[in-house]
């Protein structure tokens, strides 16, 4: 009998890494697994050989958000997520098998980091030590203030994720530590449904151009668009995951973890 246990992870063209299948047979867990397609559009999927086929956006977080909207009233009571390629960046996955029946939330990673959020109203929090600061009061959606000069500057942009889901000005995240390699964590179903199936549709739309939150990305090279703003997604959202599931809680009533 199959444990009430999901693991999702997503791949392109690098099938060949997922090596590990076995480890999650071996707990009774269902493995899916979502294959990114060229020839889908945004909102389109389909089942081929017993894979998801979904369009080639972003990284992981297109699969991890498709499937939450897709399985949203039927989830099962745990669900792992992770990058097919864990093993390369030393994430301690097994750890996750184990483990994510103990907790709400647990989050694996191989570097360590703290990001500071804070509004205008409170900028005393920039005086905590951390590596990145984030001001939710920055404009967001377009007229964006910084610049964005490729790879390498893109945690300096900020998106409106936190105000549209998390509105309450007096309860602000503060300090909030989280890995640099994201993607592999698992969370619960009573955590995951704490938030309306609007929230994660809203979400998978912030994915293409056409949602105008991405204004200051656009190029005359469709094509290159989507890539740019899947790539900038996947490199702003690994960090709003802990925040997505945790943030407001009753931490006596959840159980959250992180392994390093």
């Known amino acids: 009998m199959k444990n009430n246990i999901n693991v999702i992870t997503s791949y392109y063209d690098d099938f060949y890494k997922l090596d590990w299948d076995n480890l999650v047979y071996q ?20 089942i081929v050989e017993n894979q998801i086929l979904i369009p080639n956006y972003g990284k992981s ?36 098998l184990d483990n994510c029946v103990n907790y709400d939330y647990c989050e ?22 951390g590596d990145s600061y984030i001001n939710v009061d920055s404009p967001y959606v377009t007229g964006n203030p910084f610049n964005f000069d490729g790879r390498a500057k893109r945690w300096e942009v900020f998106e409106d994720w936190y105000n549209h889901i998390f509105p309450d000005r007096s309860n602000l995240p503060g300090k909030v530590y989280a890995f640099d390699h ?22 998978l739309e912030r994915f293409h151009p056409s949602s105008k939150s991405w204004d200051y990305l656009l190029d005359n090279d469709e094509k290159k668009t989507i890539q740019d703003v899947g790539n900038h997604f996947a490199d702003n959202f690994g ?11 009753d931490h006596n009533l959840f159980k959250i973890q992180q392994y390093f």
Do not use: M
Request: hydrophobic letters at 35%; a positive charge.
């Open 61 to 96: 977080d297109y699969a991890f958000l498709s499937y939450i909207v897709d399985n949203y009233s039927t989830l099962p009571d745990h669900t792992i997520f992770t990058k097919i390629n864990w093993k390369e960046q030393g994430i301690n996955f097994y750890y996750l």
């Open 27 to 46: 707990k009774n867990y269902n493995l899916v697994v979502y294959k990114k397609s060229n020839d889908l559009k945004i909102g389109e999927n389909k």
């Open 239 to 249: 960090r709003f995951y802990r925040l997505l599931f945790t943030h407001g809680i």
């Open 182 to 203: 994201a993607h592999c964590f698992s969370v619960s179903k009573n955590l995951i449904q704490r938030h309306p199936i609007d929230v994660y549709k809203y979400l």
């Open 108 to 129: 694996v990673g191989s570097g360590l980091r703290s990001y500071i959020w804070y509004n205008n109203d409170n900028l005393y929090l920039k005086k905590i030590l």
